[in-house]
Antibody, heavy 120, light 111 residues
């Protein structure tokens, strides 16, 4: 059974960098698929942040691209998110998920989510 | 503002059918068959209910079905049950520069 687990600070100060890691178990990242991050501000809808594959190929949401970096560590079977210059608008529950490639292009396994609050 | 447009709410009585729409453009919903639907309970991660417009993952009841016409995709829930009360989000591929777009979500209430 594929499982994903997010980890990282729950509180980040404005203008600082948000960093999260997603540990994957039950499946080797090196075997395929894309691995991505999504977020959901409190009481609002889902927003895709970006995805990466085992080779390090990345795709980012154009609205966040200038502030986002997603990286993968196949030796630890995990991938990470960095979001720079955060503001209160970046407060959200952050999810990591496995993404099925074309033609499906959907997320089949999700982490439980972690709330990150941006506040001084 | 979300890229795809969904009604904010929908409702139906137990046993009835409800259809939720998801309207995009020819650059997303209308241009690809990579439309998916997710169910989300409060405080929980989303769960895929439909992918590739009409396909159901293993374990999803056949009461859930999907379709598409032009730039609008639809999710139909037949034989409504209390457990279907949740938020539903549509998603579509939107090209290599913006691979994933979502609708704003629809809160389904079972009366």
């Amino acid at each position: 059974q594929v499982q994903l687990q997010e980890s990282g600070p729950g509180l980040v100060k404005p203008s600082e960098t948000l960093s999260l890691t997603c540990a994957v178990s039950g499946y080797s990242i090196s075997s395929g698929y894309y691995w991505g991050w999504l977020r959901q501000p409190p009481g609002k809808g889902l927003e895709w942040i970006g995805s990466i594959n085992h080779s390090g190929n990345t795709y980012y949401n154009p609205s966040l691209k200038s502030r986002v970096t997603i990286s993968v560590d196949t030796s630890k079977n995990q991938f990470s998110l960095r979001l720079t210059s955060v503001t209160a608008a970046d407060t959200a529950v952050y999810y990591c998920a496995r993404r099925v490639p074309a033609p499906g292009r959907y997320s089949d396994y999700w982490g439980q989510g972690t709330l990150v609050t941006v506040s001084s | 503002q979300s890229a795809l447009t969904q009604p904010p709410s929908a409702s139906g009585s137990p046993g009835q059918s409800v259809t939720i729409s998801c309207t995009g453009t020819s650059s997303d919903v209308g241009g690809y068959n990579s439309v998916s639907w997710y169910q989300q309970y409060p405080g929980k991660a989303p769960k895929v209910m439909i992918y590739e417009v009409t396909k159901r993952p293993s374990g999803v009841p056949d009461r859930f079905s999907g379709s598409k016409s032009g730039n609008t995709a639809s999710l139909t829930v037949s034989g409504l049950q209390a457990e279907d009360e949740a938020d539903y989000y549509c998603s579509s591929h939107a090209g290599s520069n913006n691979p994933v777009v979502f609708g704003g979500g629809t809160k389904l209430t079972v009366l």
